[in-house]
């Protein structure tokens, strides 16, 4: 489609990466895809663009595309790719996610919204209500499919892909294909195409490790040198207490940071996101649920302030740095007790580096980086007249006069209504200065009556 094609050319998108190359002919064909490919490699585009093709316009409740990915900030990225592409062709998205307002969703869906991009959680709460129906569901993708697995979604995955058209097209996306994600592909793919892009893994090869042992009082510290000397970073604590407290103790080093974590409202986590996309802030602290899925452009440095869970843990966090080819720096803070886990995290990775004292000296110098143009958020018309009601009393009368401020106040004069119709209260002609101030009071808060 030459519109969708020209907002591309505008985005600086000219040639398909590989896994474009490879799964949009198929996908357009109507076969059900299985795709193995990295975070990072384009794989939005790779299944939207065949989505926004085939997709058919929307009733009221029932539509007809559906994105199942595992986390708020993922619906909110693929939501934000596909949006501008979709108004092309006079399509609407809508992403679903938990701690945003049931009501403003359910009001979109009931205007008719044709592709929907959710989580299976609040999906599954809006289907109980029965605010969404999925009988006219005939094109699913199911992103990051193998996160999922990890974080316990596969029993609601499997219920969302159960009350779908059974005629449906189903696209799966996966960094990994382990055994939960292969008993979805049995199960409710027929005959996938199946597409394999890039190492089977997160390669390790494109980043220096670093594994420096510390104290733990001198880790944030420590971390806030490496900042300054790697570039832009994300820093990564085990708990939500830790990224707060980490967080904390940054700033007081006069490092500007954003956090992010589970526990955080909607608005606090798109704020913390904008603020590291945009460049607000040197470093964002996270828990886990950053290090998959999320696709943040000019990381260079990766912090391990807590040691990962394991090996696979381990990929998927240093996996934010080092991306489309670039290089990147991945840091673990070590203390003495830990080192014996980190020895067999080293074992899973397929790395062996040595435990050494900080050395900033050794990391590679921080490369630039020019964030992104914000939005332009329009005004809303309430707000517009908000704005002119108030203007009345600060600025110029519409004929062209004084400011009201400068303006000194009328005299009022016997033959003005109000001074003819209270003449027995303030006095004749020759009244007094006392009583023409009592008279210019009265007046005043008349006007406020009225």
């Not at 919204?113 to 029965?130: F, Q, S």
């Not at 004084?402 to 033959?415: G, S």
């Not at 006095?427 to 023409?436: A, F, I, L, Y």
Request: charged content about 30%; some cysteine; proline content about 6%.
């Amino acid at each position: 489609m030459p519109s969708i094609v020209n907002v591309l050319k505008e985005q600086g998108i000219t040639e398909p990466f590989e896994v474009q190359a490879k799964s949009i002919p198929s996908i357009l064909d109507g076969n059900d895809v299985c795709c193995r490919s990295p975070t990072g490699s384009g794989k939005t585009l790779a299944f939207g663009l065949p989505l926004l093709t085939n997709c058919k316009p929307a009733h009221p409740h029932y539509p007809t595309a559906l994105i199942v990915t595992p986390t708020r900030e993922l619906a909110e990225q693929i939501s934000n790719v596909l949006a501008p592409l979709a108004k092309q062709i006079k399509l609407n998205v809508l992403a679903i996610y938990g701690g945003t307002s049931y009501g403003k969703q359910r009001q979109r869906l009931g205007k008719g919204v044709d592709i929907v991009v959710a989580t299976p959680g609040r999906l599954i709460d809006l289907m109980e209500n029965e605010t969404i129906h999925l009988d006219d569901v005939n094109y699913v993708v199911l992103d990051e499919a193998d996160r999922m697995a990890d974080m316990g979604f596969i029993d609601p995955v499997c219920h969302i892909l159960d009350n779908c058209s059974k005629s449906r097209q189903t696209i799966l996306f996966s960094a990994t294909l382990d055994d939960d994600v292969s008993t979805l592909v049995k199960k409710y793919q027929k005959k996938p195409f199946k597409i394999e892009v890039g190492p089977k893994e997160v390669s390790m090869e494109s980043m220096q490790h670093f594994f420096w042992l510390t104290s733990n009082t001198k880790k944030s510290k420590i971390t806030r040198d490496a900042v300054k000397k790697g570039g832009r970073s994300m820093i990564f604590c085990r708990t939500r207490r830790g990224v707060d407290r980490v967080g904390k103790e940054l700033r007081v080093e006069g490092l500007k940071v954003a956090v992010i974590h589970g526990g955080l409202s909607q608005n606090q986590r798109d704020r913390a996101m904008n603020q590291f996309i945009y460049g607000d802030c040197a470093a964002l602290v996270a828990t886990d649920v950053a290090a998959r899925g999320i696709d943040v452009e000019g990381v260079q440095c990766v912090i391990h302030y807590d040691p990962p869970e394991n090996g696979k843990a381990y990929k998927h966090r240093s996996g934010r740095t080092a991306r489309a080819g670039a290089h990147g720096s991945v840091i673990s803070l070590v203390q003495n007790p830990q080192k014996s886990d980190i020895n067999k995290i080293q074992r899973q990775v397929g790395i062996k580096i040595d435990f050494t004292s900080p050395g900033f000296d050794k990391l590679p110098e921080k490369v630039k980086y020019t964030p992104p143009k914000r939005p332009r958020k329009m005004a809303s018309p309430l707000a517009n007249k908000r704005k002119r009601g108030r203007s009345r009393f600060r600025g110029k009368s519409k004929k062209g006069g004084k400011p009201h401020a400068q303006r000194k106040p009328k005299q009022q004069t016997e033959k003005s209504p109000f001074f003819k119709k209270n003449k027995k209260k303030f006095g004749k002609k020759n009244q007094s200065q006392n009583s023409r101030k009592q008279f210019r009071f009265h007046r005043k808060k008349s006007k406020k009556r009225r």
